[in-house]
């Protein structure tokens, strides 16, 4: 990135930060840390300023951007962490109803780490700028501001700390009282985590509270997000070259500048992925869609909701280096999209072309269905996606279902004459702009840059990218000599295509054959090489036995180096090679359609010169060398040493440990010639095999395997030679487990999709009876064999799609319902896959009814979590959509019950029976407690009087629960108005008194404002209930509802008024043992001998059976009669 834009950037941020503590300064407990890193924002701001205007009039070369880049970078990155947390602290305060400000500023810190305390990143930023300051580019500009930094950064590091270092590295858990019907916070702090609980309710005397310590639910989000984290997105934006003031023409031009210019904001989230087809995590919408969720939790905590760790933890973890299924992590997004507090989310994708085929069309038509016509779902949602591409018609065709007028779509194409007249424009632009620096740089004359200008425009059908490859290499060209006679030479030779200027960049290496090594090792690098990292890969030879023979030379000369072999066809960003453009490797790499004698034909040496299986070869070459030195067995990495430690210090392990069998397999390397050091690789009895795999096992997340055998190493990577020559063993067992899993060579091998080593490891090795009998037979692999979760090989074939051996599994009796610990058979995993293709092989090797009932399961299971994919592609794959649980519950009644609106509509649309009663009567609309649900239900017809096994109706459940919306649609509908009164709910009852229900049984509830509300209407309160002959004040007094019998007695309420069995107001409230209110009706003149018709029992003979003796004694002081008998027993 541009040094002069990052420094503008971190100018921008910085007055944020200034703005963001005007509006929180004032807060009672704002660490003094704050005011100090505020009063050092003007020196911070004053030195940026003035290294800006430095810049804007320099031509920097690329070796200054280079120098200058890690310090601005530096200085923005830590710029924004710091109005990050100021930013969540200011809302922090906003939203809380207590707690103090250093409260959530502690919460994020801790969670962020030391480094993140913002006294430490002002320092950091001060410190950026020093250096900054005396880089000789500066010097003069900001000497002035030397001893203003120096200071500052002094003092900055003689202030407090705002969080304690002990706070990081010891447990602990905070308490505070809380007092009735407060609100309590609960802190749990292990190490960096930080945990904060909340809860409210009522403060009982005499009782204990306990906070439990639990930091599970930390570590779940950090698992998700490291498994959403699939590829380094920032850095790869940045690949992108900035725009030229007055341009924005290219595709990714645009689309950086959107993301950098267009922030996210309170109420708009930005997300972006640029697709590459250089390497494998760019060229997936998975990983897409993967680093979309990871910025769009990680900018919006708030978005990382409970549902949506539910929904992410009921899909399987992504296997190593791999990612989730694009339908869950798009169902995902789409249900993040649907929160009432999303605001705004924009996806950015750039360079869709580039994304590999089936994924693309995948993701295409996820694209389809949810902003097509038939979906009402888009009403719900507020996602937005913008997505560049190159005009191909497989792209056009995968668009073509959204080209309907009316539709929230909008094309911006660049064919038309005005767009094609305005890209010419901008280009005519840059052009000015590019010969403006080299008049600049070259110390060119008026006229001679002038001559320059008027050459190049004579050339027609300019692009952006030929522009820039010709300058590039006419800049190259100029020397000092340079004249007008010199630039009309070099402009007459100008290539008329991109191609040739490829053409002739490379045919000036003066190293060719080491230029193609180059060149083969960057096309197949599954990530881009380090300057250190190729600096090994094109020095190491098969010779070589350890590092020492290797050397080890700084960057600087190894980039000139490259740039020598190769000039402008590669870039070196951030120490990593990359090529210059997409077109750049399809410039050199053959394809199936293409030989590389097209090229020659054209003079074009280069086009098309590289196969990718030697270039799989050359890297596959080095990766084994490496291996095979000789400090990977003498000095291996220990059990006990984190395993990036040692990738530290031995250049280069990183890739190939990871690496090297990838290559391998796509390679032309004969197979049988390299099984010698194939097998002393895959020796899993050696230090130099523990070593490389401990660091590729790092790279998957999980716990390393235990008593790995080399037959199964050599599965796992589907070495088919070495999986050979361990069957011939006379000690093979091809049935061995591993000591952390349980899982078989046959296992590993159907999970990573290696038919070949499946078919040896079924068929097996011979078994030699004796050596006196020359029979032999094969005993192969057990194809059913379970590991700790109980899941079989194909269990692992099916869910990760391999229909080659799940072929070769079920021809040997593997069963497809065979079930694993969470109910998984492999036919349900191939389902929740959308693998029609394997579903209906295994369903070949299973009994039909065995297939029923794991689709019912299915079914059931994924309506109650709300996969609607899943529901989807089960009905279309037959399953019956009126299945039931052990309940009669249907699938519609569990979506409807769980809230999941989408699926609701996709069974009704389907044809679900809204009607279908569980075993208690309940319908679907019974369950509803979200209004669209309940909308969607009635429009279909469905009997909002529709009674259970105990009478109760949808409407007397929605008052039950107070969804006051529902209970007015439903009355709206016709619903029986007079069940609803029994609830209580103020606001429903009033609906009903407006609508002349009978709501004399709402009084009964206990709330003061409904009663209140109820006698204010003229309800009256003599009036007895049905099932005890209870008056109102009778009610209240027995459970307890204090303030409504003062009201009640108020309003003239009779204190004698007995009920069937004759016991007054009096009776029930001693019975119950609720003195305040026994006073209550005391010193209201209740009668204290009153006694119940059948026992003849009085209110101090119900007070003292029942144990109450602050009661018996208000009683007896009030003058009760303490030798009164009851009439039945004399007691």
Not at 259 to 276: A, G, M, N, P, Q
Not at 279 to 285: G, K, L, N, P
Not at 999 to 1005: C, E, H, L, N, Y
Not at 1060 to 1088: C, F, M, Y
């Amino acid at each position: 990135m541009d040094p002069l834009s990052v420094i503008t950037s971190t100018i921008a941020v910085v007055q944020a930060i200034s703005s963001t503590y005007k509006a929180i300064q004032h807060v009672r407990g704002l660490p003094d840390e704050f005011n100090e890193v505020n009063r050092n924002l003007p020196v911070a701001q004053n030195t940026l300023g003035l290294a800006r205007e430095q810049l804007q009039g320099l031509a920097l070369d690329e070796s200054s951007k280079e120098a200058l880049q890690p310090l601005v970078c530096g200085c923005e990155e830590k710029a924004k962490m710091l109005q990050a947390i100021f930013e969540k602290v200011e809302k922090g305060v906003k939203n809380a109803k207590d707690g103090s400000v250093l409260d959530f500023y502690r919460t994020s810190v801790l969670r962020l780490g030391k480094a993140h305390r913002v006294e430490t990143l002002m320092q950091g930023i001060l410190r950026g700028l020093d250096a900054l300051a005396t880089n000789q580019l500066f010097r003069t500009a900001t000497q002035s501001q030397m001893a203003e930094l120096k200071e500052a950064i002094n003092q900055l590091s003689n202030v407090e700390s705002s969080v304690p270092d002990s706070d990081f590295d010891s447990p602990g858990t905070n308490s505070q009282h809380i007092a009735s019907g407060g609100t309590g916070y609960q802190s749990n702090i292990t190490g960096q985590d930080h945990k904060v609980n909340s809860g409210s309710g009522k403060l009982y005397n005499a009782q204990t509270m306990h906070f439990v310590q639990s930091n599970e639910d930390d570590k779940i989000r950090r698992d998700i997000l490291q498994n959403l984290h699939t590829s380094p997105y920032l850095a790869r934006k940045n690949r992108n070259p900035d725009r030229v003031p007055g341009t924005c023409c290219g595709k990714s031009v645009l689309a950086k500048y959107l993301v950098d210019e267009l922030r996210t904001t309170e109420s708009r989230t930005i997300c972006y992925f640029f697709f590459k087809d250089d390497f494998e995590d760019q060229r997936s919408a998975r990983s897409a869609l993967s680093c979309i969720l990871h910025q769009l939790f990680t900018q919006r905590e708030d978005h990382f909701s409970e549902k949506i760790i539910r929904r992410l933890k009921a899909y399987k973890a992504p296997p190593a280096n791999s990612y989730y299924e694009l339908w869950e992590l798009w169902d995902v997004l789409v249900m993040a999209s649907q929160d009432n507090n999303a605001g705004e989310i924009v996806c950015i994708l750039d360079a869709f072309d580039e994304c590999e085929d089936k994924e693309r069309q995948d993701l295409a038509n996820a694209l389809c269905e949810l902003y097509g016509p038939e979906n009402s779902t888009k009403k719900n949602v507020n996602l937005k996606f913008l997505v560049t591409s190159r005009p191909y018609d497989k792209i056009r065709r995968g668009f073509q279902p959204l080209h309907i007028p009316g539709l929230p779509i909008i094309h911006l194409k660049g064919e038309g004459d005005a767009e094609i007249s305005e890209i010419v424009r901008e280009i005519d632009i840059y052009i000015k702009n590019r010969v403006s620096r080299i008049r600049e740089n070259m110390y060119l004359k008026a006229n001679e840059e002038q001559l320059l200008l008027q050459e190049l425009r004579r050339i027609p059908n300019q692009t952006y990218l030929w522009v820039y490859l010709t300058l590039e290499w006419i800049e190259a060209e100029i020397n000092n000599k340079i004249n007008e006679t010199e630039i009309r030479n070099i402009t007459s030779s100008v290539p008329r295509t991109v191609d040739e200027t490829y053409e002739k960049i490379l045919a000036k290496s003066k190293n060719p054959e080491e230029a193609k090594k180059l060149l083969h090792i960057i096309v197949a690098a599954a990530r881009p090489l380090t300057l250190a990292e190729m600096d090994l890969a094109l020095t190491l030879r098969q010779n070589h036995k350890s590092y020492e023979g290797l050397g080890r030379k700084p960057d600087d000369r190894v980039g000139k180096y490259i740039r020598d072999l190769c000039g402008l066809f590669v870039n070196i960003t951030d120490s990593k090679i990359y090529l210059l453009h997409q077109t750049a490797k399809e410039f050199l790499v053959q394809n199936d359609t293409v030989h590389s004698s097209e090229g020659i034909h054209k003079g074009l040496k280069w086009k098309h010169s590289l196969r990718p299986r030697e270039s799989h070869r050359v890297l596959a070459e080095i990766c084994i060398w490496h291996l095979l030195l000789a400090e990977f067995e003498t000095h291996p990495l220990d059990e006990s040493r984190p395993p990036s430690k040692y990738v530290k210090d031995h250049t280069f392990l990183d890739y190939s440990a990871t690496n090297w069998a990838v290559h391998f397999r796509a390679s032309d390397i004969e197979k049988d010639a390299v099984i010698e050091p194939l097998q002393r690789i895959c020796d899993a009895r050696s230090r130099r095999c523990l070593t490389w795999f401990r660091i590729y096992w790092a790279s998957t997340h999980t716990a390393f395997p235990r008593d790995f055998t080399t037959l199964m190493i050599a599965s796992y990577f589907g070495l088919e030679q070495i999986v050979k020559h361990q069957l011939g063993l006379d000690d093979a067992n091809v049935n061995s487990r591993d000591g952390t899993y349980q899982r078989s060579a046959l296992s590993w091998a159907s999970e990573n999709g290696f038919d070949g080593v499946v078919r040896l490891l079924i068929k097996g090795p011979k078994i030699r009876l004796t050596k006196a009998i020359k029979l032999s037979f094969p005993k192969g692999a057990e194809v059913d064999a379970r590991d700790k979760d109980d899941r079989t090989p194909l269990s692992y074939a099916a869910w990760n799609g391999h229909l080659a051996i799940v072929r070769r599994l079920v021809k040997k009796g593997a069963r497809a319902d065979s079930k694993d610990k969470i109910g998984g058979t492999p036919v349900s995993y191939a389902l929740c896959t959308g693998q029609q293709d394997i579903v209906h092989e295994l369903v070949k090797g299973a009994q039909a009814d065995s297939v029923d009932e794991i689709r019912r399961e299915l079914l059931l299971s994924a309506a109650e979590k709300g996969h609607e994919s899943i529901v989807k592609r089960l009905l279309e794959s037959g399953a019956a959509m009126e299945v039931v649980d052990s309940k009669d519950r249907t699938p519609l009644s569990w979506a409807v019950r769980n809230g999941h609106e989408t699926v609701v509509k996709l069974l009704v649309d389907k044809g679900a029976n809204v009607e279908a009663k569980d075993k208690d009567g309940w319908t679907p609309l019974s369950w509803a407690g979200h209004e669209a649900i309940v909308k969607l239900l009635v429009e279909n017809d469905v009997n909002v009087n529709s009674k259970d096994t105990n009478g109760r109706t949808p409407l007397l459940r929605a008052a039950e629960r107070g969804h006051e919306a529902i209970v007015k649609l439903l009355l709206g509908k016709g619903a029986d108005l007079h069940s609803a009164a029994k609830t209580g709910h103020q606001t429903i009852v009033k609906l009903l008194l407006e609508r002349g229900a009978d709501v004399t049984s709402a009084a009964r509830t206990g709330h003061e404002a409904v009663v209140k509300l109820l006698v204010d209407k003229g309800v009256n309160v003599e009036a007895k209930d049905n099932a005890y002959g209870q008056t109102l004040l009778s009610s209240a007094a027995g459970k307890g509802h204090q303030a409504v019998v003062m009201l009640l007695l108020e309003k003239g309420a009779n204190v004698e008024a007995k009920d069937r069995n004759g016991r007054t107001p009096l009776s029930w409230a001693a019975r119950n043992g609720h003195e305040a209110i026994v006073k209550l009706l005391v010193d209201k003149g209740a009668n204290l001998e009153a006694k119940d018709d059948e026992y003849g029992r009085t209110p101090l003979w119900w007070a003292a059976a029942n144990g109450h003796k602050a009661v018996v004694k208000l009683l007896v002081d009030k003058g009760a009669n303490v030798e009164a008998k009851d009439d039945k027993y004399g007691r």
